[in-house]
């Protein structure tokens, strides 16, 4: 199969979750110069999913290109803005990630960290289907929320 | 006034302070090539001290380089340390810079984001006296010692 080749069908139902609507949303606002114009939900979102035939194309050591780099801040924005629409907090993402592809993800919640993730192998950043990045989003929406809850004094302060 | 010319006097009963001690240990971890070798005290924080004389021979836009950017990091890792001291608990900076020198530092210890600073014109990082920076850590430390106090559970999560 031919990495150029879509994976991801028009028809596929998880293009119609909330957080796929979310994603396209991020990846359209990091695209400054319209790239995107006039292209398919399916054929924006397709780059986020990296099957097993894609991965073995992609080194195992190298170094995030900007193009990957802008697909990893959409996606935590993207966390972020539906932490935000579930909470009705603010919630703010922050990235470090260092040339070689490592770092951490946060997601602040008023003076709480709600999401924090170590990041490796970011030049090979994706997930093994729609369903598989909808599903490991919303658990960590679901776990932020859990958080914010838990500890609401100090996510509203 | 020359910049070159050292501003912090070798008697300055500022350098036994505990922060001063900390920062100098952060400075000299960072010191990758070994240029603190022999330097006294002084000598090794007088670049954190920006006087008005030094200040305006800096021009107001600038891109941070290297070493302005490493001085930044040990003053938030000596922060971090310093808190790490006080209340028993692991504190992580996280820093994020853009090449033109805005930015943010934040200071968690658990989930708890103790200390969050906007950084703006970093090129011109630096305090007018080893005194108030001091003064001003120990603001920064004190209020991170609260807000643990405050939301103790987040902290310790």
């Given at each position: 199969?031919?990495?150029?080749?879509?994976?991801?069908?028009?028809?596929?139902?998880?293009?119609?979750?909330?957080?796929?609507?979310?994603?396209?949303?991020q990846l359209r606002a990091l695209d400054a110069y319209d790239t995107y114009e006039g292209?398919?939900?399916a054929k924006i979102v397709d780059p986020l999913v990296l099957t097993k035939a894609r991965k073995q194309e992609i080194p195992v050591i190298g170094d995030p290109d900007e193009i990957t780099l802008s697909r990893v801040k959409a996606y935590y924005n993207a966390i972020a803005t539906s932490i935000e629409k579930d909470c009705g907090l603010m919630a703010v993402p922050m990235i470090n990630i260092t040339h070689e592809g490592f770092g951490r993800a946060l997601?602040?919640?008023g003076k709480l960290v709600v999401?924090?993730?170590t990041l490796r192998d970011i030049h090979r950043f994706g997930f093994p289907s729609l369903k598989k990045m909808c599903e490991q989003s919303d658990k960590l929406i679901e776990?932020?929320?859990?958080l914010i809850e838990k500890y609401n004094e100090a996510a509203n302060d």
């Open positions: 199969m031919s990495v150029a080749e879509l994976v991801v069908e028009e028809t596929d139902p998880y293009l119609e979750e909330d957080f796929v609507g979310e994603m396209l949303k292209w398919s939900k997601v602040m919640v999401v924090d993730k776990k932020a929320k859990g």
